[in-house]
């Protein structure tokens, strides 16, 4: 079976500019969530979709991060305009259920806000 | 308040040896669950077990086992004769409901295990 898929691995990018990190879940899995892993600490969570409708967004800076799931399947996670604070790892989830059931996590996208 | 704490930040210790990683949670709800995860160095995390509030029952994996507290409110991992590729570092999260028959996940801080040889 697949794992979740994301892609780049790794983005630098000067302050300001802007930064996409694309996430494909796992097949049948209606739940996907994005996190934000600051170095040292757990996990954050910035949004979740239940297929694609938004459940939780209420730590994502809607300022700056916007993300859609269109279709209910593939997801972008964006960041315009970043910030330093932004560096960090992004990390995306999918579960089938609604968070009782064990998400299985991306290898993360390592972004550096230079 | 919900909360998840994981009071080793780093533990090191020589291969063979066994090795416990504490959680202890705080909640509201007589319905939860428990996980642990493993976050190796190569980033990406790695679901280890899922126990739900009502079953405390042990559980052994392998080389992994789990003791599940109710009365402690503790939820710890044990690795018995730890190897290198135990290296990683291990996150104990709560998941408890929220409106609308949501869950939300409440993760620890996470313990840095490094298993020298």
């Known amino acids: 079976e697949a794992g979740v898929a994301q892609s780049p691995r790794y983005k630098i990018i000067e302050k300001r500019q802007s930064v996409a990190f694309w996430c494909n879940p796992i097949?049948?899995?209606?739940?996907l969530y994005w996190y934000q892993q600051i170095l040292g600490q757990g996990p954050k969570l910035l949004i979740q979709?239940?297929?694609?409708?938004?459940?939780?967004d209420s730590q994502l800076p809607k300022d700056r991060f916007s993300a859609e799931r269109l279709k209910g399947v593939d997801s972008t996670l964006k960041i315009q305009p970043a910030k330093l604070e932004d560096s960090a790892v992004y990390l995306c989830a999918s579960s089938f259920g609604r968070g009782n059931t064990e998400a299985f996590f991306g290898q993360g996208t390592r972004l550096t806000v230079v | 308040a919900q909360k998840v704490t994981q009071a080793q930040t780093e533990i090191s210790v020589v291969e063979k040896e066994d090795v416990t990683l504490d959680c202890v949670y705080e909640t509201r709800d007589t319905t939860y669950y428990l996980f642990w995860y493993k976050q190796p160095p190569s980033g990406e995390l790695v679901f280890l077990i899922r126990r739900n509030s009502f079953d405390e029952q042990n559980e052994i994996s392998g080389r992994y086992s789990w003791n599940f507290q109710k009365s402690t409110s503790s939820f710890n991992f044990t690795i018995t004769a730890s190897q290198v590729v135990d290296s990683a570092v291990y996150f104990c999260?709560?998941?408890?409901?929220?409106?609308?028959?949501?869950?939300?996940?409440?993760w620890g801080l996470g313990t840095s295990l490094a298993v020298n040889p």
């Open positions: 999260a709560l998941s408890e409901a929220e409106a609308g028959n949501n869950r939300k996940l409440i």
């Open positions: 979709f239940q297929n694609n409708g938004v459940v939780d």
């Open positions: 097949s049948g899995h209606a739940t």
